[in-house]
């Protein structure tokens, strides 16, 4: 069964500090792997990553994907409260399927 | 991507009643999917919409309890019948597109059973 994992569940951190988020997966067929940003109701698409070293960045923003660990890290610098968010990592395999998604990582920024 | 509408966007309802909640994509899509969203927890499929056809259910949902239309590429209902205080929860319609099936979502429905 197509598993995809997500670390920490939850994290606290202050303001203007970096975190990195872990994300690894078990599935057959990986095509390429997601990053969403869910802060009230929608999950907002961050990043999609199909190749392995590539680091994809927007703003404080930036994820890698390692293919050959199985897994992804997404990492903010300079956290606001702005980003206190669950962030979801979700696994696309081929064929007609929907994405499989991990269980999240609750963000909370405090100042 | 795409623009994904969703009504109404909440609402408080009376156990035992129904509530179809509508998705509307600004452009035809193959692949459409209803999620639910239960407080604390992750995203979970519902089921897979299929257009022309009856939809998917993942294990634990049935056609009787969320009843789905598809009824061209732009648009679909969900329908959360003979409802109970276990379905409050967020309902998120998602479509798929792109040679990855990029995913996105409407802005979700918050259904509240009393």
């Known amino acids: 069964e197509d598993k995809v994992v997500q670390s920490p569940l939850s994290l606290v951190v202050h303001e203007g500090d970096t975190v990195t988020l872990n994300c690894s997966y078990e599935?057959?067929?990986?095509?390429?792997l997601l990053w969403y940003k869910q802060e009230k109701k929608a999950p907002t698409f961050l990043f999609m990553l199909?190749?392995?070293?590539i680091e994809k960045k927007s703003g404080r923003l930036s994820s890698i994907l390692d293919k050959k660990e199985l897994s992804s890290i997404l990492n903010i610098t300079a956290t606001q409260t702005g980003d206190s968010a669950i962030y979801l990592c979700?696994?696309?395999?081929?064929?007609?399927?929907?994405?499989?998604f991990g269980k999240g990582t609750r963000l909370s920024v405090i100042a | 991507s795409a623009v994904i509408s969703q009504k109404p966007s909440r609402d408080i309802c009376q156990r035992g009643t129904s509530l179809t909640i509508q998705c509307q994509v600004d452009?035809?899509?193959?692949?459409m999917f209803w999620y639910r969203q239960q407080p604390g927890q992750s995203l979970t499929l519902i089921a897979t919409?299929?257009?022309?056809?009856?939809?998917?259910?993942e294990s634990g949902f049935v056609i009787d309890k969320f009843p789905i239309s598809r009824p061209n590429l732009t648009f679909s209902t969900l329908t959360v019948s003979n409802m109970s205080p276990e379905d409050s929860s967020i309902y998120l319609c998602?479509?798929?597109?792109?040679?990855?099936?990029?995913?996105?979502f409407g802005p979700g429905t918050r259904l509240t059973v009393l």
């Open positions: 998602s479509v798929a597109t792109g040679t990855h099936n990029e995913q996105f």
């Open positions: 919409a299929n257009q022309g056809s009856e939809a998917t259910y």
């Open positions: 199909t190749s392995s070293g």
């Open positions: 452009s035809q899509v193959t692949m």
């Open positions: 599935v057959t067929n990986f095509r390429s």
């Open positions: 979700a696994v696309f395999v081929l064929g007609n399927t929907p994405l499989v």
